[in-house]
């Protein structure tokens, strides 16, 4: 099956906020906040803003953690910062969480492909948190499977096998309250949202 890199497809301004609850003017502020500035596409340049995958994902997430895990601007910066450069450790990137491929449906030039265990994971959350001298700790439970028992009661049990990683701060204990953002789902429901509106 031929699949076509996320990475490679440029996204407008537009096309972010068609894909999310977010404003036109939110979109633009958390991209001049949280990107590198792009002087080909400045403001006065009369050019659309194109951005990669990644960087699309980036600004997505961002209104995540402010509008719905309520972190302000710094602390998302510094959050996503964070998760981007422990993820390169590791050799991912967001655009390695979906795979996509041409549509045969007329009404939509792209289609997101079910989950597969490329990654050597199927799910991937990140709890938040803050150790006892300020900075943000991680914890990343990466799900490698999940199963459930075949009983015929009305409440099923799910068996889960997965790793855990830790990353950032300077101790290993979280002192504040956590906060779970579902990373690999949320990336993959934007996706499939993107792909409805490219």
């Known amino acids: 099956m031929f699949y076509i890199l996320l990475m490679t497809i440029e996204i407008t301004n537009r ?3 068609k894909s999310t609850n977010y404003s036109l003017p939110q979109v633009k502020r ?3 906040a949280l990107l590198p500035s792009d002087p080909e596409h400045g403001q006065h340049s009369g050019k659309t803003r194109q951005y990669s995958f990644d960087d699309a ?3 997505y997430l961002a209104g995540l953690l402010i509008t719905a895990l309520k972190f302000n ?3 998302t910066k510094a959050i996503l910062k964070d998760m981007r450069e422990w993820l390169k450790t590791k050799g991912w990137a ?3 969480f979906v795979k996509i491929r041409k549509s045969h449906n007329l009404r939509q030039k792209y289609v ?5 265990d490329y990654l050597g994971w199927i799910e991937l ?10 900075s943000f700790i991680y914890s990343a439970k990466a799900v490698i499977d999940r199963t459930t028992d075949d009983s015929e009661s009305d409440s099923l049990i799910w068996n889960e096998r997965y ?9 290993a204990i979280s002192v504040t309250p956590e906060k779970t953002l579902y990373l690999s789902n949320k990336i993959k429901f934007f996706a499939n949202r993107l792909c409805r509106n490219l």
């Open 15 to 17: 096309d972010i906020e």
């Open 30 to 32: 958390w991209a001049v």
């Open 57 to 59: 994902a980036t600004i």
């Open 73 to 75: 601007i710094d602390e």
């Open 94 to 96: 967001f655009s390695n």
């Open 112 to 116: 997101v492909l079910s989950n597969e």
């Open 125 to 134: 959350e990140i709890q938040i948190g803050k150790d006892s001298e300020g």
């Open 163 to 171: 790793r855990l990683h830790y990353f950032g701060g300077e101790g």
